[in-house]
Each structure stands twice: as C-alpha cells, then as structure tokens.
C-alpha cells in the first residue's frame, strides 16, 4: 500500500471524528508518550490501555453510515 492510500484512508476516519473525540485523543497520546518517558512498565501499560480506549470510543462515536463508507474507501484503497 502506498503513502497516498494509507493517507485515504486516515483521512476518512479523521473526517469523521468530532473535535472532542480528536482532542481526547491526543490528550491520551501525550499521557502514553509522558508514561513511556517517565513510569515504569506497568505504568506505561496502563497508559497504552487508556489510549486504546479513548480511540474505542471515538470510533463507537461514528456513525454506522460513516464507517460503512469508511469501509468502502478501505476496500478500493486495498484492493
């Protein structure tokens, strides 16, 4: 897969997102990097999980509609 499909496909889900749902993220991602630089293993851990979560839940927060058409950009881009 080149840069260009891996770029269609980021973008359809980042057009997807709310404001909220982006800015949790990225808080959630400067937790993990803060944990990775200055927690130990379990605490790294517990950082990575509360990112999986926070993307979870942003994804939950698209609608059925959106990633089917999501989906549909995957399978032309992988196709």
């Not at 260009?4 to 909220?20: D, F, M, P, Q, V």
């Not at 999980?49 to 992988?78: C, H, P």
Request: glycine fraction near 2%.
């Amino acid at each position: 897969m080149t840069k260009k499909e891996h770029a269609r496909i980021l973008n359809a889900y980042l057009s997807r997102l709310t404001n909220k749902d982006l800015e949790a993220i990225l808080k959630a991602d400067n937790d993990c990097w803060h944990a990775q630089l200055n927690y130990g293993n379990s605490g790294q851990l517990q950082a990575q999980s509360r990112f999986y979560e926070v993307v979870s839940q942003a994804v939950d927060n698209i609608t059925d509609y959106d990633l089917t058409l999501i989906e549909q950009i995957t399978e032309k881009v992988t196709a």
